[in-house]
């Protein structure tokens, strides 16, 4: 028998075959022992012997069977192994592998006693080139697919200033404090919300997709930002998970992928309203620049205000045309007519100064609306109003001075 | 309102002033309309210092938004 590792390592395998000397079972034909008894004393030499290893070799016969479990054998030359996955230990395994694929699997040596056969039975496996991580990439990529989660159409357009700014990711990683320093260079008013998760290990996809439920239940942040920085390929794993990706496409909220590698794309990068290069990449797409912001609003109140004036200065031109026709067309005029006349005039008066007025200036006018613009049109004791921006106020002037300049 | 439609609001009056058909009264209740959007939007800005915050789940399902020690 071939032993691996050390002796000492290993208890001595309980056989019940060689207890008693010329009366051990199986040592006459008068004292057989049962078959039973022999495959279970070969799988316990075999477990106690080999510990799980490791073993290469080509796929030959796999089958999924109906119960859940994988058969294949694993061929290398002239020499075969019959395998086994059982269900449970394949949620490790990214995907089942294909007739034919150099693979490596760690299992341990045992005996299939309804066969006789020597089995390994299999807890990990992985192929060459990383051939059923891209298996499983592709299929889950398809489903995907299928449900539409990959179509053009689905990206939303992220908000262009979010009140608040979750990020899903690891509260110690490099990245959060690369978004948090993004984030407040650019624009401070924004509030970050992080929703810690695990970004790789086993528990990383379930606690990825539990964050962003939970960001996509909360609903109260307007941009959401799933990452990591960059890593080793097996490092990204989880953010090609089927129910990682999954809650990313079903997430309320705008998201954006930030998975720190610049050559994969993972699931998530494709099912992400944005996909960015790397954690600072994407708090620079969820946030403006502050002092970008700012100069735009000036930039608009700039027009509006010009607008405004061209619509006063058009309107005041209008009413001036109006009072000359008007004025030509008084000297055979009825009384009516010059009475309309005033109150065009009166009119044109009180507008041509708006535009001045909603800057703190104000206008005198008399009783009939005419405005009040030299000292010489008052008299001490004359009431006249003011028109300001907002309303008018009734006065009484109780002196009048002339400039001696003008 | 969100920033976004702060901002649209904003650029619809200005183009609309700037079309320069309106009624005075209506240009003066726009413009005065767009002077207060301005200052919304603005004030959306101006926050001081970012804030974290951390966003955990309570076993009923609520929500649990907590200042983050650092």
Same mark, same amino acid.
């Given at each position: 028998?071939?032993?691996?590792?050390?002796?000492?390592?290993?208890?001595?395998?309980?056989?019940?075959?060689?207890?008693?000397?010329?009366?051990?079972?199986?040592?006459?034909?008068?004292?057989?022992?049962?078959?039973?008894?022999?495959?279970?004393?070969?799988?316990?030499?075999?477990?106690?012997?080999?510990?799980?290893?490791?073993?290469?070799?080509?796929?030959?016969?796999?089958?999924?069977?109906?119960?859940?479990?994988?058969?294949?054998?694993? !061929? /290398?030359?002239? &020499?075969? *192994? =019959?395998?086994?996955?059982?269900?449970?230990?394949?949620?490790?395994? +990214? %995907? @089942?592998?294909?007739?034919?694929?150099?693979?490596?699997?760690?299992?341990?040596?045992?005996?299939?006693?309804?066969?006789?056969?020597?089995?390994?039975?299999?807890?990990?496996?992985?192929?060459?080139?990383?051939?059923?991580?891209?298996?499983?990439?592709?299929?889950?990529?398809?489903?995907?697919?299928?449900?539409?989660?990959?179509?053009?159409?689905?990206?939303?357009?992220?908000?262009?200033?979010?009140?608040?700014?979750?990020?899903?990711?690891?509260?110690?990683?490099?990245?959060? !404090? /690369?978004?948090? &320093?993004? *984030? =407040?260079?650019?624009?401070?008013?924004?509030?970050?919300?992080?929703? +810690? %998760? @695990?970004?790789?290990?086993?528990?990383?996809?379930?606690?990825?997709?539990?964050?962003?439920?939970?960001?996509?239940?909360?609903?109260?942040?307007?941009?959401?930002?799933?990452?990591?920085?960059?890593?080793?390929?097996?490092?990204?794993?989880?953010?090609?998970?089927?129910?990682?990706?999954?809650?990313?496409?079903?997430?309320?909220?705008?998201?954006?992928?930030?998975?720190?590698?610049?050559?994969?794309?993972?699931?998530?990068?494709?099912?992400?309203?944005?996909?960015?290069?790397?954690?600072?990449?994407? &708090?620079?797409?969820?946030?403006?620049?502050?002092?970008?912001?700012?100069?735009?609003?000036? %930039?608009?109140?700039?027009?509006?205000?010009?607008?405004?004036?061209?619509?006063?200065?058009?309107?005041?031109?209008?009413?001036?045309?109006?009072?000359?026709?008007?004025?030509?067309?008084?000297?055979?005029?009825?009384?009516?007519?010059?009475?309309?006349?005033?109150?065009?005039?009166?009119?044109?008066?009180?507008?041509?100064?708006?535009?001045?007025?909603?800057?703190?200036?104000?206008?005198?006018?008399?009783?009939?609306?005419?405005?009040?613009?030299?000292?010489?049109?008052?008299?001490?004791?004359?009431?006249?109003?003011?028109?300001?921006?907002?309303?008018?106020?009734?006065?009484?002037?109780?002196?009048?001075?002339?400039?001696?300049?003008? | 309102?969100?920033?976004?439609?702060?901002?649209?609001?904003?650029?619809?009056?200005?183009?609309?002033?700037?079309?320069?058909?309106?009624?005075?009264?209506?240009?003066?209740?726009?413009?005065?309309?767009?002077?207060?959007?301005?200052?919304?939007?603005?004030?959306?800005?101006?926050?001081?210092?970012?804030?974290?915050?951390?966003?955990?789940?309570?076993?009923?399902?609520?929500?649990?938004?907590?200042?983050?020690?650092?």
């Amino acid at each position: 028998m071939t032993r691996v590792g050390s002796r000492d390592a290993w208890p001595e395998p309980s056989l019940g075959l060689h207890g008693g000397g010329d009366v051990s079972p199986g040592s006459s034909p008068g004292r057989p022992v049962r078959v039973g008894t022999v495959t279970q004393a070969a799988k316990d030499i075999l477990e106690g012997s080999f510990p799980p290893l490791w073993v290469r070799g080509e796929v030959l016969d796999f089958k999924a069977h109906r119960n859940g479990h994988w058969y294949f054998c694993l !061929r /290398d030359g002239s &020499a075969q *192994i =019959r395998c086994v996955v059982w269900s449970r230990d394949q949620l490790r395994i +990214p %995907a @089942a592998p294909d007739e034919g694929m150099q693979v490596t699997a760690l299992g341990q040596l045992t005996v299939y006693a309804a066969r006789g056969d020597m089995q390994l039975t299999i807890s990990d496996l992985s192929a060459e080139g990383d051939g059923l991580r891209r298996k499983a990439f592709e299929q889950i990529r398809a489903r995907l697919e299928l449900d539409g989660l990959l179509a053009p159409g689905r990206k939303r357009r992220l908000a262009r200033l979010p009140a608040r700014v979750a990020v899903v990711t690891s509260p110690t990683g490099a990245a959060f !404090r /690369d978004i948090v &320093a993004v *984030i =407040r260079r650019r624009c401070p008013a924004v509030e970050i919300v992080l929703v +810690p %998760a @695990a970004v790789q290990g086993d528990s990383a996809p379930a606690e990825l997709a539990a964050a962003i439920n939970r960001v996509s239940r909360w609903g109260q942040a307007q941009t959401v930002i799933v990452g990591r920085g960059g890593g080793a390929r097996e490092d990204l794993w989880a953010f090609n998970d089927e129910r990682v990706a999954r809650a990313l496409a079903g997430c309320r909220v705008p998201t954006i992928s930030a998975v720190g590698h610049e050559v994969d794309v993972t699931l998530c990068d494709l099912v992400a309203d944005l996909r960015a290069a790397t954690p600072s990449a994407a &708090a620079a797409a969820a946030v403006p620049v502050l002092t970008d912001e700012m100069e735009s609003l000036e %930039a608009k109140a700039g027009l509006m205000r010009r607008a405004l004036e061209r619509r006063l200065r058009l309107g005041t031109e209008r009413l001036q045309r109006a009072a000359r026709v008007l004025r030509q067309s008084a000297s055979h005029d009825s009384e009516r007519r010059r009475a309309s006349l005033a109150s065009w005039s009166g009119r044109l008066s009180a507008l041509s100064p708006l535009a001045t007025l909603s800057r703190g200036y104000a206008v005198a006018r008399d009783a009939e609306g005419r405005a009040l613009i030299e000292v010489s049109r008052f008299a001490a004791g004359d009431p006249f109003s003011l028109l300001l921006r907002d309303g008018e106020v009734d006065a009484i002037a109780s002196s009048v001075r002339r400039h001696p300049s003008s | 309102m969100s920033f976004e439609s702060e901002l649209a609001r904003i650029e619809a009056i200005v183009s609309e002033l700037e079309r320069g058909e309106l009624e005075l009264d209506r240009s003066l209740e726009l413009f005065s309309e767009g002077v207060e959007r301005l200052r919304l939007a603005a004030a959306a800005l101006s926050g001081i210092e970012a804030r974290i915050k951390v966003l955990t789940e309570r076993s009923d399902g609520s929500f649990i938004l907590s200042e983050l020690d650092r």
